[in-house]
């Protein structure tokens, strides 16, 4: 499989077309997979909750656009703010296991490569921090 331009223009589309403003193009190939490995064509406006990953880290890299990586406390205040554009030379983050986390896309056509332990597993109420 090539990854290019045409690839995250196709992908960016659907995110924009996405109710949710984003969307997943997995390069696993199984949800139980010990390592999930995917491209997240995010759009602004999309909404991810402010969580957690209790027992994984998890990686981002920005192939492409511009986002924010906003890290919290346990008590939901806003401890640090991490720009992520690669234009600026900071390309991605790694967030350890447990840490409270959420991002804000700031350009359109986002692309980002995500890697995480497996298998998926969807996020629980304990990982979901509402304010």
Request: aromatic share 8%; hydrophobic share 35%; glycine share 6%.
């Amino acid at each position: 499989m090539l990854i290019n331009k045409k690839l995250f223009d196709e992908l960016s589309s659907q995110a924009a077309d996405n109710e949710r403003l984003r969307i997943n193009f997995n390069l696993h190939t199984s949800l139980d997979d010990q390592v999930q490995r995917l491209f997240n064509a995010l759009e602004p406006g999309t909404v991810l909750p402010i969580h957690r990953h209790k027992n994984t880290a998890e990686t981002y890299i920005v192939l492409r656009g511009h986002l924010e990586v906003l890290m919290y406390n346990e008590n939901g205040n806003l401890t640090e703010t991490f720009d992520i554009n690669p234009d600026e030379g900071n390309y991605g983050m790694h967030i350890d296991a447990g840490l409270w986390h959420t991002i804000n896309v700031l350009e359109k056509g986002t692309i980002i490569f995500e890697v995480k332990q497996g298998p998926y597993k969807s996020l629980d109420e304990d990982e979901i921090l509402h304010l």
